[in-house]
């Protein structure tokens, strides 16, 4: 059963405009929230992380909300350039020894 | 800077063959972890590993095994390949310390033919 979703497979936006990345999740217990991006052919880069007791981490174009009541978290970039183009996953942790993964929303920012 | 090293990037077997692939952390990591990435389907762990010759089955262990001799190289067998086991495998590693992020390696693209 997946405990992190990604209900949105695609995104394209316009260069310079914002990027909303989405992410729902189950399992209350989840006290750390991360989110990763993929080129083609590479491994997965750490891009941002939250922990539950704060509700927002910014990191320079990057921010992470987290909504724990509605068990929701999403990626803002702003603004967003061609090389942001990736397939993002989020993943959620609750012991600090596994991660659950989404199944990845792919991001194409048109130039 | 920290290094998850995967021993292929690409790699094309038969059906039938046995197929190591490797998995080499500088970052004295106790946890490691295999996944297989496959579109539509994400990162689906297959086994990990917090500690030396220990292991855990994750969501689909079947058809795999794996081995943990040293705290840094941890290996993903497949016993007897399969053309459904064409995938993208992804290494990481982790420490259980606090909270941190999964370091992934590179990918190995496995084709089976």
């Known amino acids: 059963d997946q405990q992190v979703k990604q209900n949105s497979p695609s995104l394209s936006v316009q260069e310079g405009r914002i990027s909303i990345l989405n992410c729902d999740y189950t399992?209350?217990?989840?006290?750390?929230f991360l989110w990763y991006k993929k080129y083609p052919a590479e491994g997965p880069t750490f891009l941002i992380s939250?922990?539950?007791?704060?509700d927002k981490n910014e990191d320079g174009r990057f921010t992470v909300f987290l909504n724990k009541s509605a068990k929701h978290l999403s990626l803002h970039i702003v603004p967003s350039q061609p090389g942001d183009s990736a397939v993002y996953f989020c993943?959620?942790?609750?012991?600090?020894?596994?991660?659950?993964f989404g199944t990845g929303t792919s991001l194409t920012v048109i130039p | 800077d920290v290094k998850v090293t995967q021993s292929s990037r690409y790699l094309v077997k038969r059906t039938g063959e046995k197929v190591f692939l490797e998995c080499v952390q500088d970052?004295?990591?106790?946890?490691m972890f295999w996944y297989r990435q496959d579109p539509g389907l994400g990162l689906r762990l297959i086994y990990f590993?917090?500690?030396?010759?220990?292991?855990e089955k994750g969501d689909i262990p079947e058809g795999y095994s794996v081995s943990r001799e040293k705290k840094e190289r941890f290996s993903l067998i497949l016993e007897s390949a399969s053309t459904n086991q064409t995938s993208m495998y992804l290494c990481?590693?982790?420490?259980?310390?606090?909270?941190?992020?999964?370091?992934f390696g590179q990918g190995t693209r496995l084709t089976v033919v």
């Open positions: 990481a590693s982790s420490s259980p310390q606090g909270r941190s992020s999964a370091f």
């Open positions: 399992n209350s217990m989840f006290d750390y």
């Open positions: 939250i922990s539950s007791i704060k």
């Open positions: 993943a959620a942790s609750y012991t600090g020894n596994q991660f659950y």
């Open positions: 970052m004295d990591h106790e946890n």
């Open positions: 590993s917090y500690d030396v010759k220990m292991k």
